[in-house]
C-alpha cells in the first residue's frame, strides 16, 4: 500500500496563478484532510471531507477550495494565488472511526511557493 | 486562535537525557489527546496518543503524562537518542473529526 500521497512534491507560482494539489489515499478511508504548515504555526486544518462528495471549512479556508468526487482523492484548488499561500501544504487521511481511534495518516507534502 | 498551546518551541538535549514538551488546552470536550513525530522533508506520524481516562501511557521510551484537572499533557522522551531528533507536535480532539494542533517543538539530541 502507497498509503497517502501528494502530487507535487514542489511548485513554484506567480501572483494570481491557480493551480490544484492532488491527494490520493488508497487505505479506504473515509475522512480526509487539508492542512498547512508555517513556521510557529503548527498544522492548520483548511478543509476537510468526511465523506465522497462532501466537503467542510477548516480553521483557514480563505483562498482555497476543495473536491471529493472520489473517495480515494481529494482536490485542493487555489484560484488565484498570493505570497501568503507560499507554505508546506499535507494531505491526511483517516478511517471512519470503530471504537475511538481518530489516528491521522499523513501525506508527504507539497513544498509550495508563490512569488 | 490556537485551542492547544505548546511549550517550548525548541529544546536541546544531550543524549541519553530526557526530553520534556508541554501541552495545555481548554476545551473540556477534547477527548483525545495525541502527540505527532515529524522529521525533516516528510509528513507527521503518530507516536502516542491517550484517552483522559488515564494520567499516563508508556510506550517505550515516549510517556504521555495526562492531568484532567489542570487541562495539560506532555510528552517525555526518555534515554533521547539522535535519532529522536524531529518536530514534536500534540494534538486534541473531540468527536469531530477534527485534530487541533499544537505550534511544534523541535528537539535537537546531541551525541
Known amino acids: 500500500n502507497a498509503g497517502v500521497t501528494q502530487t507535487p512534491k514542489f511548485r513554484v507560482l506567480k501572483t494570481g496563478q491557480s493551480m490544484t494539489l492532488l491527494c490520493a489515499q488508497d487505505?479506504?478511508?473515509?475522512?480526509m484532510y487539508w492542512y498547512r504548515q508555517d513556521p510557529g504555526m503548527g498544522l492548520r486544518l483548511i478543509h476537510y471531507s468526511v465523506g465522497e462528495g462532501t466537503t467542510a471549512k477548516g480553521e483557514v479556508p480563505d483562498g482555497y477550495n476543495v473536491s471529493r468526487l472520489k473517495k480515494q482523492n481529494f482536490l485542493l484548488g487555489l484560484e488565484s494565488a498570493a505570497p501568503s499561500q507560499t507554505s508546506v501544504y499535507f494531505c491526511?487521511?483517516?478511517?471512519?472511526?470503530?471504537?475511538?481511534?481518530?489516528?491521522?495518516?499523513f501525506g508527504p507534502g507539497t513544498r509550495l511557493t508563490v512569488t | 486562535q490556537q485551542q492547544v498551546k505548546q511549550s517550548p518551541q525548541s529544546l536541546i538535549v544531550q543524549k541519553g537525557g530526557i526530553s520534556i514538551i508541554n501541552c495545555a488546552y481548554e476545551?473540556?470536550?477534547?477527548?483525545?489527546f495525541p502527540w505527532y513525530q515529524q522529521f525533516p522533508g516528510k509528513g507527521p506520524a503518530l507516536l502516542i496518543a491517550i484517552r483522559p481516562d488515564v494520567s499516563e501511557k508508556k510506550e517505550g521510551r515516549f510517556t504521555i503524562s495526562f492531568n484532567k484537572s489542570a487541562k495539560q499533557f506532555s510528552l517525555h522522551i526518555m534515554d533521547s537518542q539522535p535519532g529522536d531528533s524531529a518536530t514534536y507536535f500534540c494534538a486534541a480532539s473531540s468527536n469531530d473529526y477534527k485534530l487541533s494542533f499544537g505550534a511544534g517543538t523541535t528537539v535537537t539530541v546531541r551525541a
Open positions: 491526511a487521511s483517516r478511517r471512519l472511526a470503530g471504537g475511538r481511534d481518530y489516528e491521522q495518516y
Open positions: 487505505m479506504n478511508h473515509e475522512y
Open positions: 476545551n473540556t470536550a477534547f477527548d483525545y
